[in-house]
């Protein structure tokens, strides 16, 4: 007997609608506390407000420029320090473990340090998100450069390939997929810190506006706000995961 062939989204939606659905019930018939958790009808209904009123996509385009700058810094700072440390034993095993305890460490309590040294700006920021995502791309460029079967750096030996000539033509294709692994870590974990450092410091964009519409207690606009930045969360992911297809070697 043939099972039905429901699409994996449109089964995810269906759960999210049902779920939605039996919260907006338990809440007109008394039993959610409505002074805590807002009708979802109601936060649905405030996204045309915070759009209309609260300059939602102007929010937008100042956290997704400093989430942009972070991403580019942590990209290319990580990668370039992973493969340095891929080349120097010694400045691995010496550094390794503090990156790894730097990525594991929640970065965004130091938030105080960071206000001292760039003051209540957006550099601030920028440099939080950095700090949170620079680690797990160090770590998983190391790792892929450090997975590449020996066979294949054998190949290259055997045609006689200069060093350099080794890394751009073997040693850089087949760690992509891993290092690609940590970019997109690394862009999450800026994401996440930038969010949550605008909230703390009450300036930016939409941690900001969070922040603003925690304190006049509009608890609708604040859940639309946390759904919206759950949206660009997961366009984000998506469009990370095409251009992680993109740049996967062919086999």
């Known amino acids: 007997m043939k099972g039905f062939n429901i699409p994996p989204l449109f089964v995810g939606l269906a759960t999210v609608a049902l779920f ?3 919260v907006e019930v338990l809440l007109l018939i008394g039993l959610l506390n409505q002074f805590v958790i807002p009708q979802p009808s109601a936060v649905f209904a405030s996204f045309r407000r915070l759009f209309e009123e609260e300059h939602l996509f102007d929010r937008l385009m100042l956290t997704g420029a400093e989430a942009l700058a972070a991403s ?11 493969v340095a440390l891929y080349k120097f034993r010694i ?7 503090w990156v790894a305890a730097v990525a594991a460490a929640p970065i965004v309590l130091a938030y105080p340090l960071f206000l ?5 700006s957006a550099a601030t920021i920028v440099a939080m998100g950095f700090a949170a ?6 770590l998983k460029t190391l790792e892929g ?5 020996k066979s294949l750096i054998n190949v290259g030996l055997s045609y006689n390939l200069t060093e350099a000539q080794l890394f751009w033509k073997i040693l850089l294709p087949a760690a992509v997929p ?14 996440i810190n930038l969010i949550g450092v605008e909230f703390l410091i009450n300036f930016g964009g939409l941690g900001q506006l969070i922040n603003d519409l925690a304190e006049r207690y509009d608890l609708p606009g604040m859940f ?5 930045v759950v949206l660009v969360s997961v366009v984000i992911f998506v469009v990370l995961e095409r251009m992680e297809r993109w740049f996967r070697p062919a086999h």
């Open 20 to 22: 939605l659905g039996v």
């Open 133 to 138: 995502g620079l680690g797990p791309v160090i």
């Open 178 to 191: 891993t290092i690609f692994v940590g970019v997109r870590l690394g862009l999450i974990f800026a994401l």
């Open 72 to 82: 580019f810094l942590v990209s290319i700072c990580g990668i370039a320090i992973g």
């Open 224 to 228: 639309a706000t946390i759904i919206f």
């Open 116 to 120: 001292v040294v760039f003051g209540r």
């Open 91 to 97: 400045l691995r095993l010496a550094v390794e473990p």
């Open 145 to 149: 450069l450090n997975g590449v079967k």
